[in-house]
């Protein structure tokens, strides 16, 4: 267990639905990261939150949203869901500060199917 | 932008023997860090390894190394010892390393290579 807990672990929805992922990052972690991996695509960085505030963004679409609440837990939202959003979503957290080489702890990821 | 290239989708190895997995990257950078990560069929991104861009040393865990050129971008990643366990696809990483930058945090990673051991 890496400390980083993502729910759900699977989820399988219909094209223009709308789902949320949930990710509680590990304790004492102040930065959240969402990332995507997909099989055409790969692994792909969509946004950070660090301390409830949006720090850096990616390949996001605008179909996706992020928050990070004041317990630090963070939800990633996808609306209008379409067949290419099918694929792995990864939360990651690290400490307040990256210092040297310290590394981002990964949650088990939620696999997103849509049908 | 940064980028990260993993040249080789497929890599196999028997089991004992040593397999090399190469990656290359770019960057205008000259603070970085680079790891490589193992995605086994669990998912969960475990870290195997990481390089700091300032340090001439190559990292070493265990049957992990890494051979770090730094002049020409690269970093691959040598398994001694191959073990079944390792069976996994690998990631390789590249993260800034200037603290001020909006996207500190962020990795970049390449697209992966799958690891087959044979017994």
């Known amino acids: 267990d890496s400390g980083v807990t993502q729910t759900p672990k699977h989820l399988i929805t219909a094209t223009g639905q709308r789902v949320t992922l949930r990710c509680s990052p590990r304790?004492?972690?102040?930065?959240v990261y969402w990332y995507q991996q997909s099989l055409d695509q790969g692994l792909q960085f969509l946004i950070q939150y660090y301390n409830g505030e949006e720090r850096a963004k990616g390949n996001i679409l605008e179909r996706f949203s992020a928050q990070q609440f004041p317990d630090l837990h963070s939800e990633l939202n996808l609306s209008s869901l379409e067949l290419g959003d099918s694929a792995l979503y990864f939360c990651a957290s690290s400490d307040r500060q990256l210092i040297g080489a310290n590394v981002l702890t990964f949650g088990a990821g939620s696999r997103l199917t849509v049908l | 932008a940064q980028t990260v290239t993993q040249s080789q989708p497929e890599m196999s190895v028997q089991e004992a023997e040593t397999v090399t997995l190469s990656c290359t990257y770019d960057t205008s950078e000259s603070d970085y860090y680079l790891f490589w990560y193992k995605q086994p069929p669990s998912r969960q991104m475990i870290l195997v390894i990481r390089?700091?861009?300032?340090?001439?040393q190559n990292a070493t865990e265990n049957r992990f190394s890494v051979n770090f050129q730094k002049a020409a971008k690269s970093f691959s990643l040598k398994i001694s010892d191959s073990q079944l366990g390792d069976a996994a696809m690998y990631f390789c990483?590249?993260?800034?390393?200037?603290?001020?930058?909006?996207?500190?945090?962020?990795?970049?990673f390449g697209q992966g290579t799958i690891l087959t051991v044979h017994p």
């Open positions: 990483a590249y993260r800034s390393g200037n603290a001020g930058g909006t996207s500190y945090g962020k990795l970049t």
């Open positions: 390089q700091e861009a300032y340090k001439q």
């Open positions: 304790s004492g972690d102040l930065s």
